[in-house]
Antibody, heavy 120, light 107 residues
Framework: QVQLQESGPGLVKPSQTLSLTCTVSGGSISSGGYYWSWIRQHPGKGLEWIGY???????YYNPSLKSRVTISVDTSKNQFSLKLSSVTAADTAVYYC????????????WGQGTLVTVSS | EIVMTQSPATLSVSPGERATLSCRPSQSVSSNLAWYQQKPGQAPRLLIY???TRATGIPARFSGSGSGTEFTLTISSLQSEDFAVYYC?????????FGGGTKVEIK
């Protein structure tokens, strides 16, 4: 059973960089056929896809966030990470990591989510 | 980017009744549409992909239909565990966008 777990600070100051890591267990990030994604959900709102990374390192980011987002992968640790720079209160959200399946282009496994609050 | 519009925002249904949820993309997405269920405090769960294919382990009371710019998720007989928020997502064009959700609540 594949499991994903987000980790990182729950509080980030405005203008700083939000950093989260997703640890994958029960399956290898290096196995083909999947893309590893970050998705966020503002409090009480809908879902916003942030971007994804393939195990090879190729990435795609939501154009609305592209200038501030970096997603990286560490296959040796079976982890992938998100960095979001120059954060504001508008970046306060629950951040999810998820596995995307290439054949169906859907998210079949998700982490439990972690709330990140941007506040001084 | 493709804008996904879901309606209604809230649907009040009695247990055992049928629920019909709508999703309309701003442009055609062919059959590249998925539905997710989200319960409070939980991550979304994949229900339907390719507009009408149930994901593994999803009960037959959930069905999806449609193509292009009109899609429907039907829950044939609502069970207590089905009261949740439902999101559609298009996976035809990047960025893959989600709808605003439909909350199915107990009437």
């Amino acid at each position: 059973q594949v499991q994903l777990q987000e980790s990182g600070p729950g509080l980030v100051k405005p203008s700083q960089t939000l950093s989260l890591t997703c640890t994958v267990s029960g399956g290898s990030i290096s196995s083909g056929g999947y893309y590893w994604s970050w998705i966020r959900q503002h409090p009480g709102k809908g879902l916003e896809w942030i971007g994804y990374i393939y195990y090879s390192g190729s990435t795609y980011y939501n154009p609305s966030l592209k200038s501030r987002v970096t997603i990286s992968v560490d296959t040796s640790k079976n982890q992938f990470s998100l960095k979001l720079s120059s954060v504001t209160a508008a970046d306060t959200a629950v951040y999810y990591c998820a596995r995307g399946r290439m054949t169906t282009i859907t998210f079949d496994y998700w982490g439990q989510g972690t709330l990140v609050t941007v506040s001084s | 980017e493709i804008v996904m519009t879901q309606s209604p925002a809230t649907l009040s249904v009695s247990p055992g009744e049928r629920a019909t949820l709508s999703c309309r993309p701003s442009q055609s997405v062919s059959s590249n549409l998925a539905w997710y269920q989200q319960k409070p405090g939980q991550a979304p769960r994949l229900l339907i992909y390719a507009a009408s294919t149930r994901a593994t382990g999803i009960p037959a009371r959930f069905s999806g239909s449609g193509s292009g710019t009109e899609f429907t998720l039907t829950i044939s007989s609502l069970q207590s565990e089905d009261f949740a928020v439902y999101y559609c997502q298009q996976n035809d064009n990047w960025p893959h966008t989600f709808g605003g959700g439909t909350k199915v609540e107990i009437k």
